[in-house]
């Protein structure tokens, strides 16, 4: 399943208990669209929040766009870090 939106709802929700979602998806197979009831643990509610997602959306362009740097080792990242290198 595709999930190109997902609108949040709190239902009932108190501390210690889970947080249902509304998601809509998408099936890739058939390209039909449901809402699904999704249970979110609250200690990983903050991955749906709006800023959360638009930070998973820049990375995912990033990523498209090949602007991610792999490095071998911590050490070449912490030299890269220090070095002038602007790419």
Request: hydrophobic share 40%; aromatic share 10%; no cysteine.
């Given at each position: ?77 912490i ?9």
């Amino acid at each position: 399943m595709a999930i190109p939106e997902t609108r949040s709802f709190d239902l009932a929700a108190t501390e210690g208990e889970d947080t249902a979602i509304i998601a809509l998806a998408r099936s890739a197979a058939s390209g039909e669209r449901r809402l699904l009831p999704v249970f979110i643990p609250n200690d990983e509610r903050f991955f749906w929040s709006p800023e959360w997602q638009a930070g998973e959306r820049d990375f995912a362009a990033d990523r498209d766009e090949g602007k991610l740097r792999r490095f071998s080792s911590g050490r070449e990242l912490i030299d890269w870090l220090k070095s002038d290198d602007p790419d």
